[in-house]
């Protein structure tokens, strides 16, 4: 249970975290490109100003959430959890060291005039932007992939642990319209031949009960006989 709770936040961090990369580098860039140059620091000042808690929460969340899988897990889950966790940590070095310096500097070109070469600065910033992105979405899709593999693993044991019904050739079939017989269940069987059974019923009794009464008369009648012999000698 705990693999399955930190590999569901591991995906959800890195999917937040590339997803969040992702519209900024499709929207956002693209869009401070065509509006005028003091509109773009002021806003890319601000933008960054609120982005600096909820993107390091994220891009920390999404590297401690890998980490923690790869500890908890092993084999080839630990390496893709690992590599995930190496890719978020990329992310996190390349905004710390590449964009949050330059973000600085946007912030005062705000309250002064911008340098001879700010074109080349903030082209600067969109490479780093860039880099961060693609890592973020490589962790992101080794989570992915990571985690289709542990559901086909799943549904295949799933597969071989289920039993598989056989059925018994010495069970007696019956219809589906044949009940039970009538009468006491527990009532003598007698056996005519090997493998074939029938339930004693009434003939068989009187059957029974006439055979033992010959075999008695025919002890008596040997028994006077046996005595009047021993008379006559």
């Not at 591991?10 to 975290?17: E, I, K, P």
Request: hydrophobic share 35%.
């Amino acid at each position: 249970m705990r693999v399955r709770i930190t590999q569901g936040i591991a995906l959800l961090s890195t999917g937040a975290l590339s997803g969040a990369f992702g519209y900024g580098a499709a929207n956002l860039v693209p869009t401070f490109n065509v509006v005028p140059l003091d509109t773009r620091l002021y806003f890319h000042s601000e933008l960054m100003r609120m982005n600096s808690i909820t993107m390091q929460a994220t891009m920390a969340m999404s590297f401690l959430s890998c980490v923690t899988l790869a500890v908890l897990t092993r084999g080839t889950t630990r390496r893709l959890a690992g590599g995930a966790g190496l890719l978020a940590l990329a992310s996190f070095l390349i905004t710390r060291f590449g964009n949050v310096p330059i973000n600085g500097r946007i912030k005062k070109w705000v309250t002064s005039t911008p340098p001879p070469d700010h074109a080349e600065i903030l082209n600067r910033w969109e490479a780093f932007n860039y880099g961060r992105t693609a890592t973020a979405f490589l962790a992101f899709g080794l989570l992915i992939y990571l985690t289709l593999r542990t559901r086909a693993r799943d549904t295949e044991t799933g597969e071989r642990a289920t039993p598989i019904p056989v059925p018994n050739a010495n069970a007696p079939e019956r219809g589906a319209g044949s009940a039970a017989p009538e009468g006491n269940a527990s009532a003598p069987r007698r056996t005519d031949s090997p493998g074939r059974t029938e339930t004693a019923g009434p003939e068989d009794g009187r059957r029974a009960h006439d055979e033992h009464g010959g075999r008695n008369e025919r002890n008596v009648s040997a028994g006077r006989g046996e005595r009047a012999h021993r008379t006559g000698d």
